[in-house]
């Protein structure tokens, strides 16, 4: 039949024009089964059977920019803010490496209270008390000198989704103080230096058109990163996008598929963000070819306060019982989750 061919060909060659891609998201359900089915061979064949975890820990809602999506955006005055103690994140640090995690993920909004000392500071506690264990950042823009110290540190990835790679969709999820050129600039710097880095996007942010994703699928192209992060975007009621649909679970395994077929080797997460929108959203992005899960680590009663969209689920580990539940669901799909620093193999 002609889309088995023309996914074989787009796995083959891994290429695939703006009129395959619009071609790919209408595809029926049946027939997306079989790309779905493609990924997940591409992902086993580099990676096996394998899921690899890193525990998050959101450590501050501190942020200086106003992204319209986020819900942590300085604009947010009503929201209460924190900041862990280091103690505090070490505590996190213990229990995830408790569970099995040997990558730590230090997520916060671009806090204007924490300097690169506190970062350092940070990142080389981390590393002294778990040698075995990766630091991985994800605080956003900042300048090479500061991600240079981060590196020498001890950090070893970056997160940084670029969040759409078209400049007026840019423009219209951020205000104009934002640029897309130096978001784009920190992930090449990033990558310079030595960081394994992630940049991915959200599906059905307002203003996405299809032309967008084909641009943002043009540019993981050119950066060539260790890691996507892709999610569906969810509404936050404290934003300029408080009314706007949310993106779909559909749309963006496709387009995690896609991704996974046009670049074998990167790591990609199943996204909380897609178990949000979709009670089965873990398994329909590892079905999809994602092979990362990234159980939350951070205290409860300080993750409410991390409220970068509306009626967060995913994976929290604040009993026993959740992650053994998880690895279930994962082994119902004939997987398995490792205690693994699950290096990319890009
Ligand atoms: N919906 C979905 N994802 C969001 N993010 C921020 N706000 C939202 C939202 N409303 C994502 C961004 C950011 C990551 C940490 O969370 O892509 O890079």
């Not at 359900?29 to 493609?38: F, G, I, K, N």
């Not at 997520?107 to 264990?133: C, T, W």
Request: aromatic share 8%.
């Amino acid at each position: 039949m002609d889309f088995i061919r023309e996914i074989e060909r787009i796995r083959t060659v891994r290429e695939l024009t703006q009129s395959e891609l619009e071609w790919m998201l209408e595809l029926g359900e049946d027939h997306a089964e079989y790309l779905y089915r493609a990924a997940r061979e591409v992902c086993d064949e580099v990676y096996g059977k394998k899921i690899y975890l890193r525990g998050l820990i959101e450590y501050t809602n501190y942020c200086k920019n106003n992204c319209f999506y986020c819900g942590i955006r300085a604009g947010h005055v009503g929201l209460s803010r924190y900041r862990m103690s280091d103690d505090r994140i070490m505590e996190c640090v213990e229990k995830g490496y408790r569970l099995g995690a040997r990558t730590i993920v230090i997520q916060g909004g671009e806090s204007p209270m924490d300097g690169d000392d506190a970062i350092v500071k940070l990142v080389k506690r981390i590393r002294e008390a778990h040698p075995d264990v990766v630091v991985t950042l994800c605080i956003g823009e900042k300048s090479r000198a500061s991600y240079e110290k981060y590196y020498e540190a001890g950090a070893e990835r970056y997160l940084l989704r670029h969040e759409t790679a078209n400049r007026e969709h840019y423009r219209h999820l951020h205000p104009s103080a934002m640029k897309l050129e130096h978001r784009m600039q920190c992930l090449f710097d990033l990558k310079d230096i030595g960081f394994q880095v992630g940049c991915g996007m959200m599906i059905g942010s307002p203003g996405q058109t299809i032309g967008c994703l084909y641009e943002d699928l043009m540019f993981i192209r050119e950066l060539q990163p260790h890691m996507v992060g892709i999610g569906p975007f969810i509404a936050q009621r404290d934003t300029p996008f408080s009314g706007e649909n949310n993106g779909t679970a559909d749309r963006t395994t496709r387009i995690m598929a896609i991704v996974r077929l046009l670049h074998p080797r990167v790591l990609m997460p199943a996204t909380t963000a897609l178990e949000t929108v979709d009670p089965n959203g873990y398994e329909k992005g590892i079905r999809a070819g994602a092979n990362v899960l990234m159980p939350d680590l951070t205290p409860p009663d300080v993750r409410k306060k991390y409220t970068i969209y509306d009626d967060k689920k995913g994976l929290t580990v604040d009993d026993e019982g959740e992650m053994e539940r998880m690895k279930q669901r994962v082994r119902g799909l004939g997987y398995e989750i490792v205690t693994d620093r699950g290096d990319s193999l890009v």
